[in-house]
T-cell receptor, first 111, second 111 residues
Framework: NAGVTQTPKFRVLKTGQSMTLLCAQD?????MYWYRQDPGMGLRLIHY???????AKGEVPDGYNVSRLKKQNFLLGLESAAPSQTSVYFC??????????FGAGTRLSVL | QQQVKQSPQSLIVQKGGISIINCAYE??????FPWYQQFPGKGPALLIA?????SEKKEGRFTISFNKSAKQFSLHIMDSQPGDSATYFC??????????FGDGTTLTVKP
Protein backbone atom coordinates (compact mmCIF):
# COMPACT_ATOMS: atom_id res chain seq x y z
CA ASN A 1 0.00 0.00 0.00
CA ALA A 2 1.84 3.08 -1.27
CA GLY A 3 -0.54 5.70 0.19
CA VAL A 4 0.05 9.09 -1.40
CA THR A 5 2.80 9.37 -4.00
CA GLN A 6 4.08 12.66 -5.40
CA THR A 7 6.23 13.11 -8.49
CA PRO A 8 8.69 14.61 -9.02
CA LYS A 9 10.49 14.95 -5.67
CA PHE A 10 12.64 17.87 -6.80
CA ARG A 11 12.48 20.33 -9.66
CA VAL A 12 14.25 23.50 -10.69
CA LEU A 13 12.47 25.80 -13.13
CA LYS A 14 13.32 29.04 -14.83
CA THR A 15 10.89 31.93 -14.55
CA GLY A 16 8.13 31.54 -17.12
CA GLN A 17 8.46 27.79 -17.54
CA SER A 18 5.53 25.50 -16.94
CA MET A 19 5.26 22.18 -15.15
CA THR A 20 2.80 19.71 -13.70
CA LEU A 21 3.05 18.03 -10.33
CA LEU A 22 1.38 14.65 -10.04
CA CYS A 23 -0.27 13.22 -6.95
CA ALA A 24 -1.55 9.65 -6.85
CA GLN A 25 -3.37 7.89 -4.01
CA ASP A 26 -4.35 4.24 -3.77
CA UNK A 27 -6.74 4.49 -0.82
CA UNK A 28 -9.90 5.27 -2.82
CA UNK A 29 -10.32 8.62 -1.03
CA UNK A 30 -12.76 11.16 -2.41
CA UNK A 31 -11.06 14.28 -1.05
CA MET A 32 -7.65 15.41 -2.25
CA TYR A 33 -5.64 18.55 -1.52
CA TRP A 34 -2.66 20.55 -2.69
CA TYR A 35 -0.75 22.64 -0.13
CA ARG A 36 2.35 24.73 -0.22
CA GLN A 37 4.68 24.99 2.75
CA ASP A 38 6.90 27.97 3.25
CA PRO A 39 9.20 28.63 6.23
CA GLY A 40 7.26 29.92 9.22
CA MET A 41 3.94 29.86 7.39
CA GLY A 42 2.64 26.38 7.92
CA LEU A 43 0.61 24.69 5.20
CA ARG A 44 -1.53 26.82 2.94
CA LEU A 45 -4.26 25.29 0.82
CA ILE A 46 -3.90 25.94 -2.91
CA HIS A 47 -6.74 23.88 -4.42
CA TYR A 48 -8.74 20.88 -3.36
CA UNK A 49 -11.14 18.32 -4.80
CA UNK A 50 -14.13 16.62 -3.23
CA UNK A 51 -14.36 13.96 -5.92
CA UNK A 52 -13.51 12.95 -9.47
CA UNK A 53 -14.16 15.75 -11.92
CA UNK A 54 -14.51 18.46 -9.25
CA UNK A 55 -12.04 21.08 -8.05
CA ALA A 56 -12.24 24.16 -5.84
CA LYS A 57 -10.01 27.06 -4.87
CA GLY A 58 -8.27 27.17 -1.55
CA GLU A 59 -6.50 29.97 0.27
CA VAL A 60 -3.75 30.73 -2.28
CA PRO A 61 -4.94 29.58 -5.76
CA ASP A 62 -3.47 32.32 -7.96
CA GLY A 63 -0.92 31.08 -10.49
CA TYR A 64 -1.98 27.44 -10.16
CA ASN A 65 -4.47 25.19 -11.90
CA VAL A 66 -5.60 21.68 -11.03
CA SER A 67 -7.38 18.74 -12.58
CA ARG A 68 -8.99 15.59 -11.17
CA LEU A 69 -9.80 13.49 -14.21
CA LYS A 70 -9.38 10.23 -12.30
CA LYS A 71 -10.29 9.62 -8.67
CA GLN A 72 -6.80 8.45 -7.79
CA ASN A 73 -4.92 11.36 -9.40
CA PHE A 74 -4.80 15.08 -8.62
CA LEU A 75 -2.59 17.25 -10.83
CA LEU A 76 -1.24 20.68 -9.97
CA GLY A 77 -0.10 22.88 -12.83
CA LEU A 78 2.03 25.98 -12.97
CA GLU A 79 1.50 27.68 -16.32
CA SER A 80 4.18 30.37 -15.96
CA ALA A 81 6.39 29.82 -12.94
CA ALA A 82 7.47 32.76 -10.80
CA PRO A 83 10.15 32.95 -8.08
CA SER A 84 7.35 33.47 -5.54
CA GLN A 85 6.27 29.90 -6.27
CA THR A 86 9.49 28.50 -4.88
CA SER A 87 8.20 26.26 -2.12
CA VAL A 88 7.62 22.73 -0.94
CA TYR A 89 4.36 21.34 -2.29
CA PHE A 90 2.41 18.65 -0.48
CA CYS A 91 -0.49 16.61 -1.71
CA UNK A 92 -2.89 14.92 0.68
CA UNK A 93 -5.96 12.73 0.54
CA UNK A 94 -8.59 12.46 3.25
CA UNK A 95 -10.45 9.46 4.56
CA UNK A 96 -13.99 9.23 5.97
CA UNK A 97 -12.69 9.94 9.49
CA UNK A 98 -11.23 13.30 8.32
CA UNK A 99 -7.65 12.05 8.57
CA UNK A 100 -5.39 13.51 5.91
CA UNK A 101 -2.55 11.43 4.49
CA PHE A 102 0.30 13.42 3.03
CA GLY A 103 2.82 12.64 0.34
CA ALA A 104 6.54 13.20 0.83
CA GLY A 105 6.48 16.54 -0.94
CA THR A 106 7.90 18.17 -4.06
CA ARG A 107 10.66 20.72 -3.59
CA LEU A 108 10.40 23.34 -6.31
CA SER A 109 12.83 26.14 -6.99
CA VAL A 110 12.03 28.84 -9.53
CA LEU A 111 15.04 30.85 -10.65
CA GLN B 1 -7.12 36.91 8.71
CA GLN B 2 -5.38 33.96 10.28
CA GLN B 3 -8.01 31.55 11.47
CA VAL B 4 -5.71 29.31 13.52
CA LYS B 5 -2.96 30.85 15.65
CA GLN B 6 -0.27 28.56 17.03
CA SER B 7 2.32 29.24 19.72
CA PRO B 8 5.15 29.09 20.48
CA GLN B 9 7.04 29.16 17.20
CA SER B 10 9.84 27.11 18.75
CA LEU B 11 10.25 25.13 21.94
CA ILE B 12 13.22 23.55 23.66
CA VAL B 13 12.57 20.94 26.34
CA GLN B 14 14.82 18.66 28.34
CA LYS B 15 14.38 14.90 27.98
CA GLY B 16 11.65 13.74 30.33
CA GLY B 17 9.98 17.14 30.46
CA ILE B 18 6.53 18.22 29.30
CA SER B 19 6.10 19.95 25.94
CA ILE B 20 3.03 22.17 25.54
CA ILE B 21 1.90 23.74 22.28
CA ASN B 22 -1.16 25.94 22.05
CA CYS B 23 -3.59 26.85 19.31
CA ALA B 24 -6.51 29.25 19.12
CA TYR B 25 -9.18 29.38 16.43
CA GLU B 26 -11.84 31.84 15.39
CA UNK B 27 -14.31 29.99 13.18
CA UNK B 28 -16.97 28.26 15.28
CA UNK B 29 -17.84 26.06 12.28
CA UNK B 30 -14.65 24.04 12.84
CA UNK B 31 -15.55 20.56 14.06
CA UNK B 32 -12.31 18.58 13.86
CA PHE B 33 -9.00 19.49 15.44
CA PRO B 34 -5.98 17.36 14.49
CA TRP B 35 -2.33 17.67 15.37
CA TYR B 36 0.24 16.67 12.76
CA GLN B 37 3.89 15.78 13.30
CA GLN B 38 6.47 16.45 10.60
CA PHE B 39 10.07 15.29 10.48
CA PRO B 40 12.61 17.04 8.21
CA GLY B 41 12.21 16.03 4.58
CA LYS B 42 8.92 14.21 5.22
CA GLY B 43 5.26 15.02 4.86
CA PRO B 44 3.11 15.71 7.92
CA ALA B 45 1.50 12.72 9.61
CA LEU B 46 -1.49 12.67 11.94
CA LEU B 47 -0.47 12.43 15.58
CA ILE B 48 -3.74 12.81 17.46
CA ALA B 49 -7.09 14.51 16.88
CA UNK B 50 -10.16 15.60 18.80
CA UNK B 51 -13.74 16.62 18.09
CA UNK B 52 -15.48 19.38 20.09
CA UNK B 53 -17.79 17.04 21.97
CA UNK B 54 -14.96 16.05 24.35
CA SER B 55 -12.57 18.17 26.39
CA GLU B 56 -9.59 15.85 26.42
CA LYS B 57 -8.12 12.95 24.47
CA LYS B 58 -5.09 10.95 25.44
CA GLU B 59 -3.04 8.55 23.34
CA GLY B 60 0.07 7.30 25.08
CA ARG B 61 2.27 10.26 25.95
CA PHE B 62 0.24 12.66 23.82
CA THR B 63 -2.83 14.53 25.10
CA ILE B 64 -5.08 17.11 23.49
CA SER B 65 -6.92 19.50 25.78
CA PHE B 66 -9.86 21.30 24.19
CA ASN B 67 -11.69 24.38 25.51
CA LYS B 68 -14.68 25.08 23.30
CA SER B 69 -15.78 28.27 25.06
CA ALA B 70 -12.32 29.80 24.79
CA LYS B 71 -11.83 28.42 21.27
CA GLN B 72 -8.46 27.01 22.24
CA PHE B 73 -6.81 23.61 22.15
CA SER B 74 -3.39 22.39 23.13
CA LEU B 75 -1.04 19.46 22.69
CA HIS B 76 0.80 18.08 25.71
CA ILE B 77 3.71 15.69 25.24
CA MET B 78 4.58 13.96 28.48
CA ASP B 79 8.04 12.49 29.17
CA SER B 80 9.38 14.19 26.02
CA GLN B 81 12.05 12.20 24.15
CA PRO B 82 14.73 13.26 21.64
CA GLY B 83 12.80 11.27 19.03
CA ASP B 84 9.88 13.68 19.51
CA SER B 85 12.01 16.47 18.02
CA ALA B 86 9.99 17.58 15.00
CA THR B 87 7.68 20.30 13.77
CA TYR B 88 4.11 20.13 15.08
CA PHE B 89 1.12 21.65 13.33
CA CYS B 90 -2.33 22.14 14.72
CA UNK B 91 -5.22 22.30 12.29
CA UNK B 92 -8.95 22.90 12.26
CA UNK B 93 -11.42 21.52 9.74
CA UNK B 94 -15.04 22.00 8.79
CA UNK B 95 -17.34 19.25 7.60
CA UNK B 96 -16.94 20.71 4.11
CA UNK B 97 -13.47 19.20 4.09
CA UNK B 98 -11.27 22.28 4.18
CA UNK B 99 -8.51 22.48 6.76
CA UNK B 100 -6.67 25.49 8.14
CA PHE B 101 -3.25 24.92 9.65
CA GLY B 102 -1.30 26.79 12.27
CA ASP B 103 2.16 28.06 11.41
CA GLY B 104 3.91 25.21 13.20
CA THR B 105 6.07 24.74 16.28
CA THR B 106 9.60 23.39 16.06
CA LEU B 107 10.21 21.19 19.10
CA THR B 108 13.72 20.28 20.19
CA VAL B 109 14.11 17.77 23.00
CA LYS B 110 17.59 17.86 24.49
CA PRO B 111 19.07 14.62 25.83
Amino acid sequence: NAGVTQTPKFRVLKTGQSMTLLCAQDMNHEYMYWYRQDPGMGLRLIHYSVGEGTTAKGEVPDGYNVSRLKKQNFLLGLESAAPSQTSVYFCASRDRDDIQYFGAGTRLSVL
Amino acid sequence: QQQVKQSPQSLIVQKGGISIINCAYENTAFDYFPWYQQFPGKGPALLIAIRPDVSEKKEGRFTISFNKSAKQFSLHIMDSQPGDSATYFCAASTNAGKSTFGDGTTLTVKP
